[in-house]
């Protein structure tokens, strides 16, 4: 097996899993879907063209990829629900977590999160 054969199979495991990820999401309230799908498409695109074009065949990647790569951003209400939720995991780590450089990292990361989807993802009606 090449290393060109490795990349492709694991860029197509990633793109599974996180597709699977992504329709959990869409099911549970709890957890956004929507980055998973862009995840997948990526993986996808990565993997195979076989696998890519199957992929934006499917009724998720019009509803959700095409949807968010079209308009170019998201609304008001879905950057503060993909925040929310997305900082309730990361409260709840730190709380469970007793590492202080994982602490650190954390609210790094939850900074950093929030300037992304502040300044970088444009907010649309």
């Not at 899993?17 to 996808?44: K, M």
């Not at 308009?71 to 209400?77: A, D, E, S, V, Y």
């Not at 900082?87 to 994982?102: E, K, L, N, Q, Y």
């Amino acid at each position: 097996m090449t290393i060109k054969h490795i990349k492709n199979l694991v860029f197509a495991i990633l793109g599974i899993l996180s597709l699977g990820v992504g329709i959990a999401g869409t099911i549970l309230p709890v957890l956004p879907g929507g980055p998973f799908y862009l995840f997948a498409a990526f993986c996808f695109s990565k993997s195979s063209k076989r696998i890519e074009n199957w992929f934006k065949s499917t009724k998720v990647y019009q509803k959700y990829v095409l949807a968010f790569l079209q308009k170019k951003g998201l609304t008001k209400r879905e950057k503060i629900r993909i925040n929310i939720i997305a900082d309730s995991f990361i409260i709840a780590s730190f709380i469970m977590v007793d590492i202080m450089i994982a602490r650190i990292f954390m609210v790094v990361l939850a900074l950093y999160k929030h300037y992304y989807f502040i300044y970088k993802i444009e907010t649309i009606e």
